[in-house]
Nanobody
């Protein structure tokens, strides 16, 4: 099993920045992809960005050019740098990981961290 713990959420004004962190523990050797999803109130969960072990990424169109994913293998962590935040970025952000090489990981999930963007 793999455990994922997110941190870094909070309240920010529109135009601001936040960095989310996710640290994996447990059977980390089984992880071949990680990523971030989000779920806004009243909406379905959606992929924000996924990254494979090889570094291939898939970003949602709505965040391209504003959000950047990075991975630190030594720390078993993945990060989401979010710039130029908009009110519509308000959501619970979930870290995810997968056993397979995919840009849409979904085998393991964190509990989520809330990001609130004030307009």
């Amino acid at each position: 099993q793999v455990q994922l713990v997110e941190s870094g959420g909070g309240f920010v004004q529109a135009g601001g920045s936040l960095t989310l962190s996710c640290t994996a523990s447990g059977n980390i050797g089984s992880i071949n992809a990680m990523g971030w999803y989000r779920q806004a109130p009243g909406k379905q969960r959606e992929l924000v960005v996924g990254i494979t072990d090889g570094g291939s990424t898939k970003y949602a169109e709505s965040v391209k050019g504003r959000f950047t994913i990075s991975r630190d293998r030594a720390k078993n962590s993945v990060y989401l740098q979010m710039n130029s935040l908009k009110a519509e970025d308000t959501a619970v952000y979930y870290c995810a990981a997968a056993r397979v090489h995919t840009r849409e990981p979904g085998d393991y999930w964190g509990r989520g961290t809330l990001v609130t963007v004030s307009s």
